[in-house]
């Protein structure tokens, strides 16, 4: 049997099992019992095989659960996020840390895509991932016309 300990992204649950994706390399792991988990709860946790034929796998240990949420604010990007934008191409994506834990990411699209491109951020999967990934508890998606700011949060 081999464990694993990493960060995981609770994709799924129900009361008898759980379904986890390894935030650092995909992998996704069907736990045979909920360890007490949630859909959209990171966790920092140990995972094994279960014996015999090693197709589901037991939470070992669980050092650290924390929901995940992602929510649309009514507030525009900050001046420093529009800055960003100005300086971009419509279709690049930049990265910046946060003053402390987290990121942001400002991405310039046309402005009449603007409402689908946030759409596309709350529902993405991988947006939920990169927050387990980076720690942090909350995603806020801002917008106005041709920019979307998504901050990662503690």
Do not use: C
Not at 75 to 97: F, K, N, Y
Not at 124 to 140: C, H, I, M, P, Q
Request: proline share 6%; glycine share 6%; aromatic share 2%.
């Amino acid at each position: 049997m081999t464990e694993k300990t990493s960060t995981f992204l609770v994709t799924h649950a129900e009361d008898d099992s759980a379904v986890l994706k390894d935030v650092h390399d995909g992998q996704v792991h069907t736990l045979s019992r909920n360890p007490g988990v949630e859909a959209d709860d990171a966790i920092e946790a140990t995972v094994e095989p279960e014996p015999p034929m090693e197709v589901t796998w037991t939470a070992v240990e669980i050092d650290e659960r924390r929901s995940l949420t992602v929510h649309e604010s009514d507030e525009p990007p900050t001046s420093h996020e529009r800055d960003i934008a100005d300086e971009q191409e419509v279709g690049d994506l930049e990265r910046t840390e946060r003053a402390g834990i987290g990121e942001i990411h400002v991405l310039s699209v046309p402005p009449e895509e603007t409402e689908d491109a946030v759409a596309d951020v709350l529902d993405d999967e991988g947006t939920l991932s990169r927050a387990a990934r980076l720690g942090v508890n909350r995603v806020e998606v801002r917008s106005e016309d041709g920019t979307v700011s998504v901050r990662y949060l503690p």
